[in-house]
């Protein structure tokens, strides 16, 4: 098994692609106007609207409530990076700091609420 993608389902599909392009400094691929994705060597984060799980019913997931994950991204330079993006985050839950474990680590939340960790570690 191989594990294949990670989707956020929102109610406003182009504000969370432009925000995760300015994120990931990559254009998003758009297969549908209802979906997006970034590819990384590891998986995917997929960005769809609720259309796409609407089959599920009551049962769907909901935009905006997601309590209990973290989008991590592995980064060179956490300091490099949230001085690049500062400007563009309304919700900055941690400053990048140095981990007890040695990581170095920024989160924030993205445009729905969703928690987002930008980390490097540390060098061996």
Not at 13 to 37: G, I
Not at 70 to 82: A, C, G, S, T, Y
Not at 88 to 109: A, C, I, K, Y
């Amino acid at each position: 098994m191989d594990f294949a993608s990670i989707r956020i389902i929102t109610d406003d599909l182009d504000r969370l692609v432009r925000f995760y392009e300015l994120v990931t400094c990559t254009t998003a691929t758009r297969p549908a106007p209802v979906f997006a994705e970034f590819r990384t060597g590891a998986g995917a984060l997929a960005i769809a609207s609720p259309a796409t799980v609407a089959m599920l019913g009551q049962r769907a997931p909901h935009p905006g409530a997601n309590r209990s994950v973290v989008i991590e991204f592995l980064v060179e330079d956490v300091d490099q990076e949230f001085a690049r993006l500062r400007d563009h985050l309304d919700d900055v839950v941690q400053e990048p700091t140095t981990m007890p474990w040695g990581n170095r680590s920024t989160l924030f939340r993205d445009p729905d609420g969703n928690l987002v960790n930008l980390f490097a570690r540390p060098a061996s």
